[in-house]
């Protein structure tokens, strides 16, 4: 759940506009988004509906913060905005990035009574720019792997996950994909430093014990990239988010269909190991879900599969 993050927006818009009429794809999986941004998530709208815009600070919650950060009064974000519903930019335009994690991310900034100066960054440079002081927390779909954990503390906010998609037609692969054996002698495309590359890379010798020929896997900084390759034949699926390729395939003008959800990942705010802000994250999640804005954030992003019951830190991966 994890896919590089996107700089250049405007420009890289008008090129991938032209390749990729009416595409959207969400990047972020466990950890998703590239640098150029694709189709249908530049010309998506952003909803008009605004649930976060009565949120207001809860001292009880605020008072969770450490002193210097309370009295500084800011927190730095590297965020990775990529495609609907996770983060991107409307319509192709240089206004402020929408989407499920900037609200989410914006809520609990209100709740605990601190603005967010948000920097774009691309995926796979976020959680290690945690540990250098770059930004206090990370956003990006980041999936809590047991890898992660070794070096990152997450708070969670969702559930999302790894699943496939392929172009609309595609005869390769026509049913759910439950098992990595069915990718066997195919092209799978995925995003740098994602969890969908460390499972691909992980497992890759299934296809060897099965008795086929095994898959090959083209990484791409940019999920713009990996979105043209399918549509030009250089791929056959796409591994990537959950949520983000399910949203695609509802779009009228899609040409890629869904294949299932394959594993189940809880996706949290990302910080450096140790760090003092997960309590006070942990409670303003918890704030959300308790008053009701937090299932009209999922309800105006199509999300509400994904809810959570309630914000954990590091939680152990699912298995």
């Known amino acids: 759940m994890n896919l590089p993050g996107i700089r250049s927006r405007a420009r890289g818009a008008v090129t991938v506009l032209a390749l ?3 595409l959207a794809l969400t990047a972020c999986g466990s950890g998703d988004t590239g640098g150029t941004a694709a189709v249908g998530a530049q010309a998506s709208p952003a909803p008009a509906d605004d649930p976060v815009a009565a949120v207001r600070e809860v001292p009880s919650v605020a008072a969770l913060l450490p002193a210097d950060v309370r009295e500084a009064g ?4 590297g965020s990775s905005v990529g495609f609907p519903p996770g983060a991107y930019y409307p319509n192709g335009t240089d206004k402020a990035p929408e989407g499920q994690d900037i609200d989410l991310a914006d809520a609990v900034a209100k709740v605990l009574g601190i603005r967010l100066e948000r920097q774009d960054a691309s995926f796979e440079t976020i959680l290690p720019a945690l540990g250098s002081g770059k930004y206090d927390f990370g956003t990006g779909n980041f999936g809590v792997t047991g890898e992660r954990l070794r070096t990152i503390d997450f708070v969670t906010y969702i559930n999302d ?11 390769e692969l026509t049913t759910e994909v439950t098992d990595l054996v069915q ?3 195919l092209t799978i495309g995925t995003g740098a430093g994602t969890t969908f590359e460390a499972t691909l890379t992980a497992r890759k010798d299934v296809c060897a014990k099965a008795g086929r020929k095994p898959y090959d896997v083209k990484v791409y900084s940019e999920n713009a990239a990996t979105l043209t390759a399918l549509q030009q034949g250089r791929i056959d699926v796409i591994m990537s988010t959950i949520n983000g390729l399910r949203h695609q395939a509802a779009q009228p ?4 269909t869904f294949l299932g959800e394959f594993h189940r990942l809880d996706v949290g705010f990302a910080f450096k190991k140790g760090s003092p802000l997960t309590k006070a994250f942990q409670a303003a999640v918890n704030e959300l879900i308790e008053d009701g804005t937090y299932a009209r954030i999922l309800e105006k992003w199509g999300t509400s599969a994904s809810a959570i019951d309630t914000s954990r830190i590091n939680p152990p991966e699912h298995t």
Do not use: I
């Not at 996950?161 to 005869?171: C, E, I, L, S």
């Open 183 to 185: 990718l066997c002698g």
């Open 74 to 77: 800011t927190l730095k974000v």
């Open 20 to 22: 990729l009429p009416l």
């Open 161 to 171: 996950g790894q699943g496939f998609a392929v172009r609309k037609g595609d005869t």
């Open 253 to 256: 003008a899609s040409r890629t």
